[in-house]
């Protein structure tokens, strides 16, 4: 068992429409989370960073956290094209700069 | 933000060769860089983590003598893939650690494709 699980996907969604990405894992110890987004053959780009349970917003963005589930999400609002990527989810533990990623969903927002 | 590059950003070397990916943090010191491979439609896999004026440390499975990391400076990191294979052939990603203000920042940079023939 892998200890980051993302569905791959593809997933396409009409323009302007929620977007809704996830990932669960099994190591109860990360405590740091974050969604990263990659463009084809480029580097990943933090989109959200957050730290235990709970909600944050940015903009579109919304990022979950349910430690006591394991599963994270990030929710894109008003979907755009220029939104179109693969979206990676991380995790890390407390004190440790190491990241574990999920595979990655790759997603088109279709105009 | 911060940036980090590297270069090449594509390369095409024979199998049995050797090939050196740089990565550099453009406008921050960087104690702490990682190097990741992704193979398509995969995740990053980090390999090493390197460390200015130290040795790096390898991942399981990664084999150093293979992926010869050198972090010469609070700027450069390199890596050497030395007798590369086809199978090495993929995309790799480096890493840089800003810290500033007691928060620790990861940035990315834009990757190495490889490919060995």
């Known amino acids: 068992q892998k200890e980051v699980e993302q569905d791959p996907g593809p997933l396409s969604v009409p323009e302007g429409a929620i977007v809704s990405l996830n990932c669960t894992y099994s190591?109860?110890?990360?405590?740091?989370f974050m969604w990263y987004r990659q463009y084809s053959r480029k580097g990943p780009e933090l989109l959200m960073y957050?730290?235990?349970?709970g909600n944050k917003e940015d903009g579109r963005f919304t990022a979950q956290v349910d430690k006591s589930s394991k599963y994270i999400s990030l929710f894109i609002r008003d979907s755009q094209p220029s939104d179109s990527a693969t979206y990676l989810c991380a995790m890390k533990l407390l004190g440790n700069e190491k990241l574990t990623f999920g595979t990655g969903t790759r997603l088109t927002i279709i105009p | 933000g911060a940036v980090v590059s590297q270069h090449p950003s594509w390369v095409i070397c024979k199998s049995g060769t050797s090939v050196k990916i740089e990565c550099r943090s453009l406008d921050f010191q960087a104690t702490t860089m990682f190097w990741y491979r992704q193979f398509p439609k995969q995740s990053l896999m980090l390999m090493a983590t390197s460390n200015e004026g130290s040795k790096a440390t390898y991942e399981q499975g990664v084999e150093k003598d293979k992926f010869l990391i050198n972090h010469a400076s609070l700027t450069l990191s390199t890596l050497t893939v030395t007798s590369a294979h086809p199978e090495d052939s993929s995309f790799y990603i480096c890493?840089?650690?800003?810290?500033?203000?007691?928060?620790?920042?990861?940035?990315f940079g834009p990757g190495t494709r490889l490919t060995v023939t």
């Open positions: 890493s840089a650690l800003k810290t500033s203000g007691g928060a620790v920042e990861q940035y």
């Open positions: 190591n109860s110890a990360f405590q740091y």
């Open positions: 957050t730290y235990s349970s």
